[in-house]
């Protein structure tokens, strides 16, 4: 392969330049994307060093996004999941730069994870990559507003995977704030992460199917938790806290929800703040047959009319995450 041969029957994937390291060998080659004829070009060949003059010379002209072809998905992955900790680590670099990094790198792991749900290599790399996320969660404080301000509004499963950890690791921030150490913050973001993984295997047309379900597809749906539970254990990666998680994430206080239908403290703990996170993001995301809500509709939808189905005092706490966000927060108060 030569700089500048025309590779365009190859399919390629963006990534942002700010998830290169300077002085690594990257494991895989890069391209660039020509402006006007849309061709992609290769800039730098499969294992060569990434420098600072490569970097100045991309930041001179502009270029903020580079592009990796599919087939070597694997060792993008590998390179990322494993740089993200230097990245979170890098006096150099602000929080909101570390953010945009943390949130783009997740989302495309998980997007691919979702893809090949039993692909434990994939599992582990998202893994990897969630865990530097949680360092930069709990350590910086900046962090926490910089990713609720990036999460993405598309209806998409891992997206939501990722909104879905955020959130719920803000609040388990909060909720935990005197006894962190008490936590494993680490295996919690895995299963906020992985709460929705049984999705993988239910068809897309059942997941972004506009309007109600009918009842076959409804009960398919249901199923998500414990199929879920299942990929875990297929692939050696269940424990008490990612079941926890996975399978009791849509059972509610009342009692109502599924598969058990189980009800207060009978729910995992950890399975009630996903269940708060979970449903704010659902409702604050677009899809295709109704208007996102913005956030201080959704959590006064959430109080209104869900009274029954959270934990009340975790609820509290999750209202007090957008209001110490002064930026993005909405001014008025649903809880008041
Ligand atoms: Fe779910
Ligand atoms: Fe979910």
Known sequence: ????????GLSFFPIQLQSLRVETVL???????????????LYRSKNTSFTQDILQQL???RIEEIYVPRSERDEFFEYASREIRHVVRDPDMDSRQKAEVVYSTTTRIMEDLFATPRASRRLRQAKMAIHYS??????????????????SHDYYTYTHSVNVTIYALALARRVYSGELDRHNFKLLAEGFLLHDLGKSVIPASIINH????????????RQHPEIGRKILEETHQNNEVLDAIVY???????????????SRTEIHP????CALADVFDAITTVRSYREPLTTFEALKTMKDTMGDHFDWDYFNEFVKLFREDSDSADPADPVS
């Not at 392969?1 to 365009?8: A, C, Y």
């Open 1 to 8: 392969m030569m700089p500048g041969e025309d590779l365009s």
């Open 27 to 41: 494991p895989f080659p890069i391209f660039l994307r020509h402006a006007s004829s849309g061709q992609y070009i």
């Open 134 to 151: 949680v360092e930069f969660i709990l350590y910086d404080e900046k962090a926490t507003r910089n990713l609720l301000k990036l999460t």
């Open 210 to 221: 506009p309007g109600k379900l009918n009842e076959t597809q409804w009960n398919l749906m």
């Open 59 to 61: 930041i001179d002209n």
């Open 248 to 262: 009791q994430h849509h059972e509610r206080i009342d009692g109502k929800g599924y598969p058990r239908q189980i």
């Open 270 to 273: 950890y399975a009630r703040l």
